[in-house]
């Protein structure tokens, strides 16, 4: 009893079983490398302690080859992020997809690098920076579309053209004058022409509708929601840049749009997307950040052919023949601008970049054909 109580008070610490912690002398856990007993023996009335060494090379042996496999894992998986990052990182390079899964946050789109204040960048990444495009007649504005196809009839008769017939009316909704003249009705392709007819037309047209504008119910209200949030917001239409400013004076809300887009400005109309390109342009936005407010299935084509998202007004259409759009309304008043938001913040799938690859199915050479052909040779 002695002796143990003597081996105990030399060693300095407690006896130590099956590998676990214990506890010495100044109260404080060991680890149990530091704390196992020692080999003992009695010589003599002497007391040799000799140290475990073959067990702890062992120990030393384990660890080492779990740390060294540690090390190797972690540094294959930093080499795999540094193989997903070049060196020299160019924003302005957008895949749509994230070259290999791992790397987050994905890019957005929105951000701007040259932007040195962080938080006009943030603002930017966030979901509330984003534009309105609006189109005039049937999404702000009472419209009447048999004005417009008695105003084709009209000219044609002038013209001494035969009458287009209505398939060809509702083919030329949204186009521009000059662009239905000569690629849809086919009536001349001399420039002088078209721009002679072309602006016959519209005359035709006001003098028909007599200068009379009236907002649809809820678009006051909606565009003013919209200026108190400061949302930039466009104007775009196929009319003449004067008729435009003339009809905004009469109902009233000069001062509401950041830009107008007219005729003047653009090529060609719906459904190419030129004039909501070009208005993204000036309103300084990327289009996927762009909202367009039209009432026709060619609006939602143009839209998304410009990467887009659009909101359909059911004016005109009913609204299950508006389902290509990504939001349909009756009234714009209906609409928040949390909805606008949450539609600006969804990256839709068919805004990938670069043309779609095409799957090329692999022809497999059937045994029972070849023998076929063999046999119809031989036999004729």
Not at 28 to 40: A, E, H, M, V, Y
Not at 308 to 337: F, I, N, Q, T, W
Request: proline share 6%; charged share 25%.
């Amino acid at each position: 009893m002695v002796e143990s109580i003597a081996t105990t008070s030399i060693l300095g610490h407690r006896p130590l079983c099956q590998g676990t912690f214990v506890k010495d002398a100044s109260c404080k856990r060991r680890s149990p490398d530091n704390c196992r007993f020692l080999i003992t023996e009695f010589l003599g009335g002497r007391l040799v302690a000799s140290p475990t060494l073959p067990r702890l090379r062992a120990n030393r042996l384990k660890i080492s080859s779990i740390k060294a496999l540690a090390m190797e894992l972690a540094k294959k998986a930093y080499s795999y992020r540094e193989e997903s990052i070049p060196s020299d990182w160019n924003y302005d390079i957008d895949n749509d997809f994230d070259r290999k899964p791992g790397l987050w946050p994905p890019e957005n789109k929105a951000d701007n690098p040259s932007l040195h204040n962080p938080l006009l960048r943030q603002e930017r990444m966030g979901c509330g920076w984003l534009g309105a495009i609006f189109e005039w007649e049937g999404v702000l504005i009472e419209d009447n579309p048999d004005l417009e196809n008695q105003a084709w009839l009209v000219l044609s008769e002038e013209e001494g053209k035969s009458p287009p017939p209505a398939f060809m009316l509702r083919r030329i909704e949204g186009m521009k004058n000059e662009q239905a003249i000569s690629e849809v009705l086919c009536w001349s392709r001399d420039p002088s022409q078209l721009r002679r007819m072309a602006g016959r037309k519209e005359e035709i047209y006001q003098a028909l509708q007599g200068g009379i504008y009236s907002l649809r119910a809820g678009s006051r209200e909606f565009v003013n929601i919209l200026m108190h949030y400061k949302i930039p917001m466009a104007l775009v239409s196929t009319r003449p840049r004067k008729t435009l400013e003339t009809a905004i004076g009469t109902i009233g809300i000069e001062g509401s749009f950041n830009v107008i887009v007219a005729t003047e400005d653009v090529h060609r109309g719906k459904p190419d997307p030129e004039m909501f390109v070009y208005a993204a342009q000036l309103l300084k936005l990327i289009p996927e950040r762009c909202i367009v407010f039209g009432n026709s299935n060619q609006t939602v084509e143009a839209a998304h052919d410009a990467r887009m998202k659009c909101v359909a007004v059911a004016s005109k259409h009913p609204v299950y023949e508006l389902g290509a759009a990504d939001l349909v309304v009756r009234h714009l008043d209906e609409l928040s601008v949390v909805d606008l938001k949450n539609l600006a913040a969804v990256e839709s799938a068919e805004f990938g970049s670069g043309e779609p690859e095409l799957e090329l199915e692999e022809e497999v050479d059937d045994p029972s054909s070849s023998t076929l052909s063999a046999v119809d040779d031989s036999f004729w």
